[in-house]
């Protein structure tokens, strides 16, 4: 949650005096007026802790750009052997050598690093994404073993391939689904370093927009107790039963031990100030590698409940007792709070109405992609809450976790969107998985299995929808299922009769027919306008591939701002609005093509800069606090005396527009139309005032501004966490010698910061090629946007903006101590041999260099590093171990050496035919065994003599390393 700095104070958090400089104005500039005050002064909430258990997995990362691919084994002995678990060929195998692979900190998209290309795919917004591998050296701790271990990779766009320690251990079929893996089996502790390689595929697609490219979510290791909660397994969702609260727990647990267990469950309900309200306890056994549920419910009096205006979070903390003692924790925040559709009036929460006043999202920003901080999210829904929006779509897939905290912890309401219309056991799988992910969710509302989908008229379709709802109600019996329907309502068998609520995309002509045929369905617009709009330009110009701002351009298929909400508003029966899009995104550049490279479809643009339809809709949708914009700006050189058109939006009753002090009449506010006039233009100062019931509740001017001389930075929050991850836009604008905005600015703007990092930069321009990733933007109608992450510890942020012939400027943020969330420290990698075989022993010395036939599986026996022979004959004291490796790129140009951690007896070491090493004491020891450079396969030979009676062999990890 955004929290005051009061209540940061309160929390015991340590927020230093405000710095001593001097902070620029509270306000993200909208340069028609207006603009809604952005909340200066708040600090984000620590991240919520939901799992303990969890470990980020974010750093430590390798990775490569580009496919490789390894010739197939064409010997029957290497084909025999490619055969087997644990021997993935090249980078997903362990032997790879990745010492020439980029570092990464995930959230990673790269594609966000490619220049846009016009050979490249148009909806994808013209960037190359092709393939891509990861890899990460995980040391697990000795103390881990018998634990379960599960790593959790939030998502690859698009498709995915993983090998655990060269097992082939996950597929991944889409880009918006986390992959869980459990690698207990098959992990090695202590010395023995574990490989995990990601091969993802950015060529296939699973959208018609940006869909990015890479591990662009966060990234986990779960840490847990044999017998523990599984992932995703608290259900904790209120239900109001005959006007009483409950709070019905489901624990689903599994047991990887190798003996059944009961265990204790207990389940605690805390409320929004953190006191204890009720509890309730139960019990499981659970065969092993078998799951079970705990089931449990706390009774509640009268719970504040969770709205939209109010979102009051109650935390359910549930434990797993063993014995008495806690073995495993989980979390989750809920709301009290109940919904229904009513198919003549729309949606209710709580008993009362409410109009879905909502926005389509996908998931990307400028400068960062689809790899998005999870502060921009808080952020984002800010934004949305500003303009008085109470609801989102997750277009067309399931969003990022962090997106729905924020729309919890801010009332936002959420249509939960699956991707792929599939209801086959691969495909779902992702619906399953998302709904149990989000089924504690207050802010989730309803479910949506498909977007516009062909088979939607047919009857295959209506069976498909069928199983994929019945999978949903299996799950979560209190919200609708819905589909985004563009046709087939009105066939004789269609979705719409398999789903709770109909959702209508665009057809808005169906809405009267629809209802008037199926009086008792419930419907929504599920996506509607597709207006066009570049932010700051008032004209349209087809050649420049730019659009008005004065709402005067849809797509065929669409409806402008004003029509659209007009055609929701005026219908009761119509849940409300879901428009296309909140923010604008990369890729879909409609209506038009290269050189634009993103939408213009956004009431915010891809910074979330206010375009009109921003102060537009927050006219029509907010009801309390007042609105007052202006549309255009009024600098117009060379426009004197002829008239400009100029709208007002505003929630009041009547406003009132003068120029230069001169009354240009008032106008009563028709909400769904809102107030124009034509204005000659004469520059200086057009200033529009609001009443309500006779009283002026606002009142906002613009103002005809000079040359720009210099540049203004503003921060949207003036204290960051030092978390290390913690990330905010910086909005910078040129001004006048007046310190006022100038509208038209172009200027090319560097960014330069101490105390953090730029990762990301944009303005808005549909049409700019420039580097999202390079800290420099050109102003786009005044504005850019540089997206600062601040160093970890407390500290300060301080970002400089220069461009030639302006007064430089400079912001500072402030950077709070605050703890980074547990992570797995990252391991470099290190090349271990750990594949070995060894010959049976022998009472006398071996030939080292004894050839065994190709085809021979047999006479070798299996060896590894940590396990000592023992000999059954106490005469028979010879035996030889043997492997082949391929140096890394540096041991092969320099030469290297093979490092025995331990060698129990005697031994010779023999490379490529040579003796290179002899250990002659035959005690627990290392042995080093230099070799020269040279690339290819080495073969490895370790001839060892026991001491009679006594094991032998190689009694912990070998390595090869550089000299
Ligand atoms: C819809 C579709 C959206 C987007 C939009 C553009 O048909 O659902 O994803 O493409 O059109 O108008």
């Given amino acids: ?143 881990w073993r018998g634990k379960y271990l599960e790593i959790q990779l939030g998502a690859a766009a698009t498709n995915a391939t993983v090998w655990f320690n060269g097992i082939n251990v996950a597929h991944s079929y889409s880009g918006y689904t986390a992959i869980l893996i459990d690698i207990t089996p098959y992990a090695r502790f202590g010395e023995e370093l574990n490989t995990l390689s990601v091969r993802v595929d950015a060529d296939t697609m699973e959208g018609w927009w940006y869909e990015g490219a890479g591990l662009y979510r966060h990234n986990w290791l779960a840490v847990r107790d044999p017998v523990a909660i599984v992932t995703d397994g608290l259900h904790a969702d209120p239900r109001r039963v005959d006007g009483r609260w409950t709070v019905p727990v489901a624990l689903t647990v599994a047991n990887n031990a190798r003996q059944a267990a009961t265990v204790q469950a207990e389940a605690v309900l805390f409320d929004a100030a953190g006191r204890e309200i009720g509890r309730a306890t139960g019990a499981v056994t659970i065969d092993p590698l078998d799951r079970g549920e705990a089931r449990m419910t706390i009774a509640v009096a009268d719970p504040k409940l969770w709205s939209v205006e109010t979102p009051t979070l109650y935390r359910v903390e549930a434990r797993l007792l063993r014995d008495g003692k806690a073995i495993d924790t989980r979390a989750t925040r809920i709301g009290f709070r109940d919904l229904r559709f009513d198919a003549g009036t729309g949606f209710y929460l709580n008993g ?356 720009p001389v210099a540049l203004q930075l503003i921060a949207d929050r003036r204290t960051m966490l030092g978390t290390g991850t913690d990330v905010q836009p910086f909005t910078v604008a040129a001004v006048d010698a007046r310190g006022r905005v100038v509208p038209g600015a172009d200027a090319r703007v560097t960014f330069a910061v101490t105390g953090g990092a730029v990762i990301g930069v944009g303005n808005g321009d549909p049409n700019d090629h420039d580097s999202e990733v390079e800290p420099v933007r050109r102003l786009f109608s005044g504005l850019a946007q540089a997206l600062v992450r601040a160093d970890a510890g407390a500290g300060t942020v301080t970002l400089t903006a220069s461009a030639p012939g302006l007064k430089s400027a400079r912001v500072m943020a402030r950077v709070v101590k605050a703890e980074p969330l547990p992570a797995l420290p990252p391991t470099r990698p290190v090349a271990q041999l750990t594949d070995w075989k060894r010959s049976e022993f022998v009472a006398t010395r071996p030939d080292p260099l004894r050839v065994y036939a190709k085809n021979d599986m047999n006479s070798l026996l299996g060896a590894r590093p940590g396990r000592l022979e023992q000999s059954r004959d106490a005469a028979a004291v010879w035996s030889t171990y043997r492997t082949t490796f391929v140096p890394r790129r540096r041991v092969a140009e320099q030469g290297g050496v093979v490092a025995f951690a331990e060698v129990v007896g005697r031994a010779e070491a023999w490379i490529d035919g040579e003796r290179r090493a002899v250990k002659s004491d035959p005690a627990a020891g290392p042995l080093l065994v230099p070799f020269p450079k040279g690339a290819g396969e080495h073969a490895l030979v370790l001839l060892v003599q026991a001491e009679p009676g006594q094991p032998s062999g190689l009694g912990k990890v070998v390595a090869v390393r550089e000299r």
């Fill in 1 to 143: 949650m955004t929290v005051t700095r009061r209540a940061l104070l309160a929390s015991g958090i340590a927020v230093p005096a405000l710095p001593p400089f001097a902070m620029a104005a509270p306000a993200v500039p909208y340069l028609d007026s207006g603009d809604a005050p952005a909340p200066f002064d708040i600090v984000p909430e620590p991240p919520f802790v939901a799992d303990p258990s969890l470990l980020r997995l974010d750093t430590g990362w390798l990775f490569h750009k580009g496919d490789i691919v390894v010739p197939q084994p064409m010997g029957h002995e290497d084909t025999y052997h490619a055969a087997k678990a644990g021997v993935a060929p090249g980078a997903a195998g362990v032997a790879w050598d990745d010492s020439d692979w980029r570092e990464v900190v995930l959230p990673h998209d790269w594609a966000m690093e490619e220049p846009v290309d016009p050979t490249a795919n148009v909806a994808q917004g013209y960037r190359k994404r092709g393939i891509g591998w990861y890899r990460r050296t995980l040391q697990l701790p000795p103390e």
């Fill in 352 to 707: 009362q109405h409410v109009k879905l006043k909502g926005v389509c999202v996908h998931q990307d920003h400028a400068g960062v992609g689809v790899a998005m901080p999870d502060a921009l999210w808080d952020w984002r829904a800010r934004r949305l809450k500003a303009m008085g929006c109470n609801a989102i779509r997750c277009s067309h897939h399931a969003p990022a976790p962090e997106m729905l905290d924020a729309c919890d912890r801010l009332g936002i309401l959420v249509m939960d969107e699956n991707r792929n219309f599939n209801p086959s056991p691969d495909f779902l799988a992702q619906l399953e998985w998302l709904v149990r992910r989000d089924r504690n969710r207050p802010s989730v509302i309803m479910w949506s299995v498909f977007n516009e989908e062909p088979m939607q008229a047919t009857e295959q379709g209506f069976e498909m929808v069928r199983r994929m709802a019945h999978v949903v109600k299996e799950l979560d019996d209190s919200r609708p299922v819905t589909a985004a329907m563009n046709d087939g309502m009105f066939t004789p068998l269609n979705v719409s009769q398999a789903v709770d609520v109909v959702g209508i995309n665009y057809q808005h002509r169906s809405y009267d027919p629809f209802h008037a045929a199926h009086p008792a369905k419930p419907m929504t617009s599920s996506e509607d306008t597709s207006a066009f709009m570049t932010r700051g330009v008032w004209k349209t110009d087809l050649a420049k591939h730019e659009m008005s701002s004065y709402d005067t351009e849809a797509a065929d298929w669409g409806l402008t701002h004003h029509q659209s909400w007009k055609e929701i508003d005026t219908r009761a029966f119509v849940g409300g609005t879901f428009v296309w899009t909140g923010f604008d995104y990369h890729g879909e550049p409609t209506p038009f093509e290269w050189p634009t490279t993103s939408s213009l479809f956004g009431i915010m643009d891809l910074c979330g800069f206010a375009k009109m339809a921003f102060h537009l809709r927050r006219a029509q949708w907010e009801d309390a606090a007042p609105a007052l914009a202006i549309a255009p700006h009024w600098t117009w050189p060379g426009r004197e005396g002829q008239p400009i058109r100029v709208m007002v939006l505003s929630n009041a009753d009547t406003v009132e527009l003068s120029l230069n002090g001169k009354s240009l009449g008032k106008q009563k506010v028709d909400r769904l139309a809102m107030p124009e006039w034509q204005v000659p233009y004469q520059s200086g100062r057009l200033e529009a005032v609001a009443w309500r019931g006779g009283r002026e509740i606002a009142r906002t001017s613009v103002e005809t501004v000079g040359a």
